[in-house]
């Protein structure tokens, strides 16, 4: 007991120490205009102790505000002069589902011009979103590649993303945007084209009831599910709105969580009389054919399932999912370009990337 | 069973040839310029029958398009002349919640001057709309007055309203519009300013954290949860996504079809740490206050409620509903007077009606 606190004494001592040395070599770095801190295996080696011990004094002085770490890069003295080089990426979780692979391609795209990536989670809250903009107004990067928030809703957070062009940084709204600032382009997808396109292959398919699941709170989900109403009336199917149930940012968030009851009564409410199913993106689809699996109705046989995205959902089970996606590594790529356009002063495009359909056994 | 079979025969053989009669008459009528038939009453005492048979009959000349029958007003020869007095007015459903009130107040502003109203139910689907517009595009009436649909997602049906301008009918939208045709008015609520005015409401009652439940798909709902967010912000308080539950039209129909199992799974899951409900209107909150005494809350002892409409929901229990509406017949009022205008030729200006707030003993 008394050693185990002893160790925990002498590692709380040790970082605290490195971290003095550290802000010491800091101000060395600064006067010689170095801008990037050795790796933590340096630090390690040069202080004879754990990386742990150097991770944590590091994060001690991110606290601070006197170092900013960048994934994939290591960490930066924190002045305005480094930020000239950084990219922010804003997104509601950089971790999940499609995002880790934008972030890679982002960054591959960005770094082979010499910037860096840092990326900040909003984690969908548009609090959060207020403090991340907050920073980034006070200490502005070179660019911002930034998801809008739920952009159906109004923003409470326009001012600051106003402020942001007013500081002279350029802003490419990834996959759906607000429409300030007027100087910000978007990077977003075909929705509308896309959802006609499943409507008219499950059509070909024999399908006359065609029901959905889409997301209400941002122009994503709108736009496909005017695809598909806009196809069923064009095919002469038919169409109600009874067979469309609509999440929100929320109760997806429920989902996740594997609260699947929201599944449930899509399928006891909404789901009949369709043989197929348009899903928002591949993680609801993945739910839903489980929910499909527990209520013993039969994919594909009897209820196809359809989806957005392509990702590692569609495949992660022996069913695999059909689904709509883009040429590999099209968003960031195109991002990037976009966002590298507009920082060095050249016209940024807004793009609708088209979408390729990936067909599988689920419909 | 042979007799009442019989009477059967009888009454069927009988509204047949009543309307034949009826038809006769009607091509005298038209000859002499005459456009408003004779009452039921005054049928079943000319041909004496009951005034259901003279019903039935009238029935089966207005599904043939002969004869146009208009609330409160009697029925007319089904020809375009007769539409020049005649203001057709599209509803979701014109029997329930406040629309009943509006068409009245709808019917009193425009009988004034010599217009007569007829009411479309389009139950809520474009479907329904697309075929109401249809026809009012074939026989256009004088003007129309409409509560756009789910105004949020993009309507199938604006082709058919571009084809209501052009063939020269003002349109007003009641509620919430479309941005086509670009000659519409739109007779709106300041659902912003009365959202924010309920936050503070709120905040000076000493709640901190605010829950609500609004509506994804039309524009009254995100403006009310654009002033709930703003209003939070800028008082200082605790503001979360978490705390928001969103209906589709889809949703609340269900849930005004006694499936409540949305309200308690808002309690269970969107309602902590929250002292008060914002609700989209007093149908919600009708049902949340039932559901919340289920679940053993007190209201307001434990949790608040307040809403929006001060509709007869609002009065309905011993326990009121705290509630924001407009001076009694105010939005019909508006509504007629900018047809009237547009009808005229003279300039129709949209508006958005201000709320006061009625408390009562629900927070």
Tied chains: 1, 2.
Excluded at 205 to 230: F, P
Aim: glycine fraction near 6%; include cysteine; hydrophobic fraction near 40%.
């Amino acid at each position: 007991m008394y050693k185990a606190l002893r160790r925990y004494c002498d590692m709380a001592a040790k970082y605290i120490s490195i971290a003095k040395d550290i802000t010491e070599e800091m101000r060395t770095m600064q006067q010689s205009g170095t801008k990037k801190l050795p790796s933590e295996a340096q630090f390690a080696e040069k202080y004879g102790c754990s990386r742990q011990t150097v991770r944590t004094a590091l994060a001690l002085l991110e606290k601070k505000g006197l170092v900013v770490k960048c994934r994939g890069s290591g960490s930066y003295l924190a002045d305005t002069a480094n930020n000239s080089k950084l990219v922010a990426v804003v997104l509601p979780d950089k971790s999940e589902y499609i995002y880790p692979g934008i972030v890679r391609d982002l960054q591959n795209n960005l770094s082979a011009k010499g910037y860096s990536v840092c990326c900040h989670n909003t984690n969908g809250r548009v609090i959060n979103e207020r403090a991340v903009l907050t920073a980034l107004v006070e200490t502005p990067p070179a660019g911002i590649v930034i998801e809008a928030l739920n952009n159906v809703l109004a923003s409470p957070n326009i001012d600051l993303l106003e402020q942001v062009e007013a500081v002279g940084v350029p802003l490419v709204y990834l996959h759906c945007g607000y429409n300030r600032p007027v100087s910000a382009v978007c990077i977003s997808e075909d929705d509308y084209t896309g959802a006609y396109s499943l409507v008219k292959y499950l059509a070909a398919k024999g399908h006359k009831n065609i029901a959905g699941i889409m997301k209400s709170d941002d122009s994503r989900g709108l736009e496909r599910y005017h695809g598909c109403v806009q196809a069923s009336l064009d095919l002469g199917m038919n169409f109600s709105e009874s067979n469309y149930y609509w999440l929100s940012s929320e109760s997806r968030r429920r989902l996740l969580n594997n609260n699947d009851s929201i599944l449930h009564s899509f399928i006891k409410d909404y789901l009949k009389p369709c043989t197929a199913v348009i899903c928002y993106n591949d993680e609801i689809a993945f739910y839903l054919i489980r929910a499909l699996r527990l209520n013993n109705i039969d994919v594909p046989g009897e209820v196809s399932v359809v989806s957005f995205d392509n990702s590692y959902y569609a495949t992660a089970r022996a069913m695999g999912i059909t689904s709509l996606g883009h040429e590999a590594h099209a968003v960031g790529k195109v991002a990037a370009e976009a966002l590298l356009a507009l920082m060095a002063g050249r016209t940024g495009r807004s793009a609708a990337l088209s979408w390729n359909l990936t067909e599988r056994e689920s419909g």
